[in-house]
């Protein structure tokens, strides 16, 4: 072991530091590797797969999910990061949506069956309403590579998010404008963001192309409007 901090952890494996988190179930979730490190399991988080993995390989410095954290997941797919978050969030909760529906019964397969800390949500999150959800959430995490999606995170945030709570908002500046370079795109985005203060924003090379990572956290002092 390298080093620990609640359930994320650094493990030295065939002479390489890789970055784990302490398996809250038993047994993987998409043939990730497992390690058994003084009889706890660990599951290796691949940054390839998994752009949170990415960002905080590249540094990320304040990380918003932590043990407790309840997270609105908005672009779950089969729950390649979601299972890492709810390795994360041990007691916390992870409210997953996802409105395709094959790519669901995956998660409910490999992720929701075994993780009583995942609520699955089979929609769309245009809506930005779910009866599942009671109350608001510390963490919405939005990754669904839509043109629209940073208005998206925004109703989802104005219906769900805490004050002072985190918008992590993974932005894919080639499913928004093709035309434009990327990192005009990402600054675009990131001017909607007008009831956030950005905490970070980490582009995601070398291991997504044309993808950053916004990390903005909503705060009610402003008086301008959320969308
Ligand atoms: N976040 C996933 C991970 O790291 O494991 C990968 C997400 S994948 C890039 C994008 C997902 O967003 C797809 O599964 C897609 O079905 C979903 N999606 C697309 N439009 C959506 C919408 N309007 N509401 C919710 N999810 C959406």
Not at 36 to 60: N, Q, T
Not at 128 to 136: P, V
Not at 142 to 147: E, F, N, R, T, Y
Request: one cysteine or more; hydrophobic letters at 40%.
């Amino acid at each position: 072991m390298i080093r620990r901090e609640d359930n994320i952890a650094w493990l030295y494996i065939n002479g390489e530091e890789r970055l784990c988190t302490r398996n809250l179930a038993k047994g993987g979730v998409y043939g990730e590797r497992i390690i058994v490190y003084e009889g706890e399991e660990y599951r290796v988080w691949d940054p390839f797969r998994s752009k949170l993995a990415a960002i905080i390989i590249k540094g990320l410095k304040n990380m918003p999910i932590k043990r407790g954290t309840s997270v609105l997941y908005l672009g779950a797919s089969t729950g390649t990061t979601v299972s890492h978050i709810s390795d994360i969030v041990e007691d916390g909760i992870v409210f997953a949506v996802e409105p395709a529906v094959r790519v669901a019964r995956e998660l409910l397969e490999k992720v929701v069956k075994k993780r009583k800390n995942v609520i699955p949500i089979i929609e769309d999150a245009r809506k930005a309403l779910y009866h599942s959800i009671f109350g608001k959430v510390d963490v919405v995490y939005c990754d669904i590579a839509q043109p629209d999606q940073t208005e998206i995170a925004l109703m989802n945030c104005k219906n769900y998010l805490k004050e002072e709570g985190y918008l992590m908002l993974v932005i894919k500046s080639r499913s928004i404008d093709v035309t434009k370079e990327p990192k005009d795109v990402i600054n675009e985005e990131i001017s909607k963001l007008r009831m956030f203060e950005i905490s970070e924003s980490i582009n995601l090379e070398p291991f997504d192309k044309d993808h950053a990572m916004v990390i903005a956290r909503y705060s009610s002092r402003s008086s301008k409007n959320i969308l």
